[in-house]
């Protein structure tokens, strides 16, 4: 029997027991945007239930992982300690969250890159709950700038790093992070494109864990030896048209500048295209999302920003964070005229960087 959903006056579409079943985007951006309320479950901090904060870099691979000294780089150029990164959640939430998302993810990344790989590729539920976790991941990143001034050196200025964001994306991907309460039912052609690829240790106080790409929702995670890349907003596009094919000749164990490139490469595919999936939410009989795809890979005839642009974009804040100066001035220059290619050698063959000595890197 189809269940009865009422609408709140934001437009929300709520259940018989008052659950928010999903947010209108007037909702989202009233409510979790501009109130804070809970971004789960809808709950007020003024309220009955009690508030905690949630980690945006899960606990567990901040404690595993990597070190709760370890800063963030911010759009601002400004760091923020990884252990004092989060956003408020009510507590209920933030418990269940641990246990039905958290805790299988945190076993999947316990595994070896060829062990995930497969798990991964084998078994659609894991997929699926990997595609959650990636757009819960990034849903907390950007909402945690609702709350970061802009200009952290002017005292009279009350601008938030997030008061430019246009909301629309992240409202599908908040739909997608809250599915596990929602009960949103994802198909399986809506999951995005995932790259799963062999990552070269990375060391505690350098950069690298994750990485994001606004315009074309893109996040990159790199935990214990896995680096996950994954277009949120694709439908699958390239695991269905070219990944076969693109990245094959890289098993090899790749540095973060590398895998870096490798996410521009993505991005960079993903502005070519002239149409992009279309997604429809459906509330009745259940409440499920599921994606049209594009007929024919159609290009755009004019590119919108180079493979070098992206490329640029995507390291010029972690380079100029990490390394202020002259020498980072001259990479960034050389990467966004002639792209700077650390996958590639002068012969177009990949470079394995595990086999060249750490004297010559
Ligand atoms: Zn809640």
Known sequence: MARILTESIYGDKIDSTGKIISFSRYGFEQKIIGRKDCFICGARQDGYKKFNEEHIIPDWVISKYSSPKKLVGLPNLTKYRLNQYKVPCCKECNQRMGKEIEQPVSRLFELSHQ????????NQDNHLLLYRWMCLIYFKIFYK???LKADRSDPNSDARIGDIYDWHNIHFIHNIARSHYSGLEIQPNVV??????SALPISLDKGGIFLTYYNNPCLKININGICVIMMLMDAGFFDHNFF???FSDFNHQLSVDQLTEIMAFLIYGNTRLKENPVFWFKHS???RVQAELPKAVVLNEVEKYTKEEIHYRLVEGPLRRNNPGPETEALLDRIRREGGSTLYDENGKPVDISKITRKER
Do not use: A, H, R, Y
């Not at 062990?115 to 084998?122: A, L, R, S, Y």
């Not at 995005?192 to 690829?197: E, M, P």
């Open 192 to 197: 995005g494109s995932t790259l799963i690829l």
């Open 244 to 246: 076969s094919s693109l």
């Open 285 to 287: 009989p259940s409440f």
């Open 145 to 147: 700038d609702t709350f």
């Open 115 to 122: 062990e995930f790989f497969n798990k991964i590729t084998q």
